[in-house]
């Protein structure tokens, strides 16, 4: 079945430098790739997400590129701040279905001050 | 926009009791609604989607009958945990899809509800 392996589980950064999150898909059909960030006893938000029709996407300091042919994608979080410190997890749809979504185990990033 | 808003946030109850999440799409239509649960320090694993009107999906290895949904609306879902026993307390998650031509319209999700079976 779809499988999404994600890495690292835990990132530690200081504050400004950037921070990167890779995910890999097995489902070569999959072409939705949203990221969020879930902070301590809330929900996911969505932050940013990337169509298969597309191989980079960027808003203000966090951008996703998209490689299909190799199927991995990326996040990656520039000039990071205190308030970035959450839990990242990447999904892909998959099985064809508009909305199904499977997601990675998730990267704890911590921005130290 | 796309709020998605959960109640209750914090449920505490019995082994034996039944509860019932709501799960609303505040300012938009749903055409789908997905149900998560969620272990500490892990990762969302979908329970089940459902759709306006219709019977919910239900993925493999959970039980429809423990986990009732219900989907009256294009704004509201239920979850009702029926008879709950310690090992079903977690973090329960809805999400919903905004009703939509587009294909892969994202997921927004609401804010979880931590269940504890005493």
């Known amino acids: 079945g779809e499988n999404v392996e994600q890495h690292p589980s835990t990132l530690s950064v200081q504050e400004g430098d950037s921070a990167v999150i890779k995910c890999t898909y097995s489902?070569?059909?999959?072409?939705?790739f949203p990221w969020y960030k879930q902070e301590l006893g809330k929900g996911p938000q969505l932050i940013i997400d990337i169509r298969s029709n597309v191989g980079e996407k960027k808003d203000q300091r966090i951008a996703v590129t998209l490689n299909k042919t190799a199927k991995h994608f990326s996040l990656h979080i520039t000039e990071t701040q205190p308030e970035d410190s959450a839990v990242y997890f990447c999904a892909a749809v998959y099985g064809g279905s508009q909305g199904n979504l499977i997601f990675g185990k998730g990267t704890k990033l911590s921005v130290k001050p | 926009g796309a709020v998605v808003s959960q109640h209750p946030s914090w449920v505490i109850c019995k082994s034996g009791t039944s509860v019932k999440i709501e799960c609303r799409s505040l300012d938009f239509q749903a055409t789908t609604m997905f149900w998560y649960r969620q272990f500490p320090k892990q990762s969302l694993m979908l329970m089940a989607t459902?759709?306006?009107?219709?019977?919910?999906?239900?993925e493999q290895g959970v039980e429809k009958d423990k986990f009732l949904i219900n989907h009256a609306s294009l704004t509201l879902s239920t979850l009702t945990v029926t008879s709950a026993h310690p090992e079903d307390s977690s973090f329960y998650i809805c999400?919903?899809?905004?009703?939509?031509?587009?294909?892969?319209?994202?997921?927004?999700f609401g804010d979880g509800t931590r269940l504890s079976i005493l």
């Open positions: 999400s919903a899809i905004a009703l939509s031509g587009v294909s892969n319209q994202p997921q927004h």
């Open positions: 459902s759709n306006e009107g219709s019977k919910a999906t239900y």
């Open positions: 489902d070569s059909a999959s072409n939705y």
